[in-house]
């Protein structure tokens, strides 16, 4: 696509459900991050993909966060037992030269945890 | 660690007048990359200016340009010509050369423009 497409747009989910929230990347960009901006904060990192290597998973907050990358093309974020502390927007980015050439980021999915 | 800092949680410009947003960074790195990030109310974050920190000249993109002091680590964004539509949050960044694929963020500052 000419962009990268997140979905859904918002989420409401009550405290201990599961979320999945779905990032699909421009064609051809071979990056793909996921960051959490939390009320008034900068963005957080949580995990990296690149091509077919083992992601860096080193930003995910707990256990309770894990994601996946289809096919080299499409993300998914899953929140498992959601707590009120994950109420954030999730911005996914991908990017064809790396994080030092800048990323192209989607428009986020705001999870409200109630 | 890496941290980056921007003190002016919220500024304001009149229409047409310039204004600089400020950004402190702390590393140990000699060779990193530094940004600008714009953030309007969509929330998509928009890639406003990069520089690389092994070139001395200032990037410069149409109406922004950055003041990039390496040895006091201080990395400012100036808009020139404000126009209504910077309105937006607008974040420092920061990302060393080899090896880390992560961005660090400060905190941003929410700049407003007045008609």
């Known amino acids: 696509g000419a962009g990268v497409s997140q979905s859904p747009s918002n989420k409401v989910t009550e405290k201990g459900k599961d979320v999945e929230l779905r990032c699909d990347p421009i064609?051809?960009?071979?990056?793909l991050y996921w960051y959490r901006q939390s009320l008034g904060q900068g963005l957080e990192f949580l995990i990296y993909?690149?091509?077919?290597?083992?992601?860096?998973k080193s930003g995910l907050p707990s256990d309770r966060f894990s994601a996946e990358r289809t096919g080299g093309s499409v993300s998914t974020l899953t929140i498992q037992r959601t707590q009120q502390e994950d109420s954030a927007v999730y911005l996914c980015?991908?990017?064809?030269?790396?994080?030092?050439?800048?990323?192209?980021f989607g428009s986020g999915t705001r999870l409200t945890v109630v | 660690a890496q941290t980056v800092t921007q003190s002016q949680p919220e500024m304001s410009v009149q229409e047409a007048e310039t204004v600089t947003l400020s950004c402190t960074y702390d590393?140990?790195?000699?060779?990193?990359?530094l940004f600008w990030y714009k953030q309007p109310p969509s929330r998509q974050m928009i890639l406003v200016i990069r520089?690389?920190?092994?070139?001395?000249q200032n990037a410069t993109e149409n109406r922004f340009s950055v003041n990039f002091q390496k040895a006091a680590k201080s990395f400012s964004l100036k808009i020139s010509d404000s126009q209504l539509g910077d309105a937006a949050m607008y974040f420092c960044?920061?990302?060393?050369?080899?090896?880390?694929?992560?961005?660090?963020f400060g905190t941003g500052t929410r700049l407003t423009i007045i008609p």
């Open positions: 993909f690149q091509g077919n290597s083992a992601p860096d």
């Open positions: 960044a920061y990302t060393t050369l080899f090896g880390n694929e992560k961005l660090t």
């Open positions: 064609s051809g960009h071979t990056a």
């Open positions: 980015a991908s990017s064809f030269q790396g994080t030092a050439y800048g990323y192209t």
């Open positions: 590393t140990s790195e000699s060779d990193y990359y």
């Open positions: 520089q690389e920190a092994y070139k001395q």
